[in-house]
């Protein structure tokens, strides 16, 4: 495994970090998540649905690590914590509220002193600077206010979140990359080091081409439903058995659409020959679109389109994605080893392969504090080592 060898503390709740510190334990990282001895993650009661021992949404994030149940109030408890990022942890991931850390003295300053090889990457809300910076988010405020709801949804209707934590997620991949980057500097020069990522930064950098076309064309990018502001035909159109997806990224594919579609004058039409030309004129060329569209059945004007090179595809629900043949052929819906309950259990896995191989779900997510004696040596309900 590529992480094989790394040893990661996880002082996360929620979605960001836990998801980080997954990626990093599908990758080979041996990942010991603390948690509060009462109830453990937040996210383990976030439900219905629950999936045996906790919410679907838990399990979904939690795989392939140690849990160690501990209370950060009791100064035995984080002693002992200290003392194996000290002499053990290659990486640590936080995402407490911040100023949490360092009152409980597990700040990267003081970790990083402790052991000068450890990476300390923190999963912030706002940032580290700035006068939002002790602010706590969560995923749908930075949607909010880093502008991404301002550009979802239809004209004229009320803002949209993202259906999925795109921020959340976004932000646990942002640790990551830093923290492999972080890595691959200490391999030069044997020191650690200190990264931080924020949730309202994940946000702006979604936001990166659209914040451009508004410096450049001074207009505030808004919603276009399934569509695109710059780009035209690229979006959903009802047809007589569900929607369908066209994306014409450029004029010879649009060429493709308006032959798939019985209309090869809309090519040579002056309101239609280029795309800017055709984003001025979406109010007139996806009216068209949409009465032939809506006449005919999705399969039809599927095979239309494909057969003319035109990238297209329905919009699937999730049990429609699961069952289709190419999520099967790809193996990423894996089945989780362990207990019996876990037997049961299948998660979707890591998107990446090494070799043409994926890396195997190792372990389900663990009960809480199932690792607590084995890895520090402090019994259920003990408040030191001994």
Excluded at 189 to 199: A, P
Excluded at 317 to 337: K, N, R, W
Aim: some cysteine; charged content about 20%; overall charge neutral.
């Amino acid at each position: 495994m590529p992480l094989s060898g790394v040893r990661v503390v996880e002082l996360c709740a929620s979605v960001a970090g836990p998801f980080a510190a997954q990626v990093l334990a599908d990758l080979g990282a041996e990942v010991v998540k603390v948690e509060k001895p009462e109830g453990g993650d937040d996210a383990r009661a976030w439900g219905p649905p629950f999936w045996f021992e906790a919410s679907a949404t838990f399990q979904a994030l939690n795989r392939n690590k140690q849990s160690v149940a501990l209370d950060l109030k009791r100064p035995a408890h984080v002693e002992a914590l200290r003392r194996y990022i000290a002499e053990r942890a290659d990486v640590v991931v936080q995402n407490m509220r911040p100023g949490t850390a360092e009152r409980l003295g597990l700040g990267a300053a003081e970790l990083t002193a402790l052991n000068p090889r450890l990476i300390h990457c923190t999963i912030g809300a706002f940032g580290a600077q700035g006068p939002l910076k002790n602010h706590a988010g969560y995923d749908p405020l930075m949607q909010a206010f880093g502008g991404i709801m301002s550009v979802t949804g239809e004209p004229g209707r009320p803002p949209v979140r993202v259906g999925c934590s795109i921020v959340d997620l976004g932000a646990g991949m942002w640790a990551v990359i830093g923290i492999l980057a972080a890595l691959q500097r200490r391999h030069a020069t044997g020191k650690g080091g200190l990264v931080d990522t924020s949730l309202f930064e994940t946000s702006l950098t979604w936001m990166s081409v659209l914040i451009a076309n508004y410096w450049a064309s001074g207009e505030l990018p808004r919603g276009h439903g399934t569509g695109l502001e710059m780009i035209v035909p690229y979006q959903g159109f009802p047809t007589a058995s569900g929607y369908l997806i066209v994306a014409a990224a450029n004029d010879r594919l649009f060429a493709a659409v308006a032959r798939a579609m019985g209309h090869t004058e809309w090519a040579d039409d002056p309101r239609f020959r280029t795309n800017a030309d055709r984003v001025r004129h979406r109010g007139e060329l996806i009216p068209m679109m949409e009465r032939l569209f809506a006449a005919e059945p999705r399969e039809r004007w599927q095979a239309r389109l494909e057969a003319e090179g035109v990238p297209c595809a329905p919009i699937q629900d999730a049990g429609q994605v699961l069952a289709h043949p190419q999520t099967e052929a790809l193996g990423i819906v894996q089945p989780v080893p362990g207990r019996e309950m876990h037997r049961q259990m299948q998660l979707i896995g890591l998107p990446l392969s090494f070799e043409g191989k994926r890396p195997p779900i190792r372990s389900g997510p663990p009960a809480v504090g199932a690792h607590t004696e084995a890895i520090l040596g402090i019994a259920p309900g003990k408040t030191s080592s001994t």
